[in-house]
């Protein structure tokens, strides 16, 4: 992986972390059109704590409040019930199923996971799941109300992300809307909630980046992750204000689309489904 490719990855990954389209996914099939090999799943998760870090300046002074009421919670009892000491157990419920799946499938993740007919029917099909949230969900609920029912169905549509396509915002976003938060509620805890999972995988590829068939290598591999920290603390503030006026149709709209148009591509003969452009 050269300088440019990685620069240009950094940026899709910062533009799409957030959106609920999928950064995985953006970050396969730009590697594909481009003829690049595929930037393997040690990369993505890598580049994944720049954005993360995104995450932690935006919300920081949410973050700093949840850290401080959980630890205190643990020593005294009167902090139990604080809504920050709340969250911060409710966010750790939340990511065990990322944690276990994440394991389990590890092999499925590195190789089957990052087809592109499976990308593509990800994308669909999660994108009319998304539709049918933001139409039906009543938006009532705020993370006050957040149990443990509702953390782990948070945390099992964050594990369906391990699948390129799916997107982790968009799926514990749909889960959110589903169980009746509200489109700035459940998309703040989604993204709370993929801090444990995102660090916890991002250190684990570390020593994976350079080796074991990756084409990433440190230089490039961290440039990328810079980029997308900046990239991706921009991304988090417009989004953010974006959805407290408006519905997330036209995201539905363009995932259906990519996936329409990389089935097209793969079936018509330009994309190998397993690496990239036919004959390279």
């Known amino acids: 992986m050269g300088w440019f490719e990685s620069l240009v990855l950094g940026l899709v990954q910062g533009l799409t972390e957030f959106l609920p389209i999928s950064s995985s996914a953006h970050l396969r099939i730009v590697a594909a059109l481009a003829g690049w090999d595929d930037p393997g799943a040690a990369f993505t998760a890598v580049t994944q704590i720049g954005t993360e870090l995104a995450v932690i300046l935006y919300f920081g002074k949410k ?25 911060g157990w409710l966010i750790i419920v939340g990511s065990l199923p990322i944690g276990v799946l994440g394991l389990l499938l590890q092999d499925q993740i590195d190789a089957t996971f990052r087809d592109l007919r499976i990308t593509a029917t990800t994308l669909i099909v999660f994108g009319i799941i ?12 705020t993370l006050d109300q957040l149990n443990v029912p509702h953390g782990l169905g948070f945390g099992f549509a964050q594990a369906l992300a391990l699948i ?11 889960a959110g809307l589903l169980m009746g938060y509200t489109r700035s509620e459940a998309a703040e805890y989604s993204f709370l909630l993929a801090l444990p999972a995102v660090f ?6 570390l020593t994976d980046i350079g080796k074991n068939g990756e084409s990433a290598q440190w230089g490039p591999t961290i440039l990328a992750t810079l980029v997308a920290f900046g990239v991706g603390y921009l ?5 953010m204000a974006y959805i407290k006026r408006r519905s997330f149709v036209p995201f539905v709209i363009y995932r259906v689309v990519l996936g329409v148009l990389l089935f097209g591509l793969i079936f018509g003969g330009v994309l190998d489904p397993n690496a990239g452009p036919v004959g390279s």
Not at 130 to 141: M, T, V
Not at 165 to 174: D, K, N
Not at 235 to 239: D, E, H, Q
């Open 235 to 239: 991304v988090i503030a417009w989004l």
């Open 130 to 141: 998304l539709l049918i949230a933001d139409r039906i969900g009543k938006q009532q609920r």
């Open 200 to 205: 916890s995988s991002g250190l684990y590829k």
């Open 164 to 174: 390129p396509g799916v997107s982790r915002s968009g799926g514990t976003t749909s």
């Open 63 to 87: 973050i700093g409040r949840i850290l401080r009421a959980w630890f205190l919670g643990l020593f005294r009892p009167e902090w139990r019930s604080d809504p920050d000491s709340r969250l």
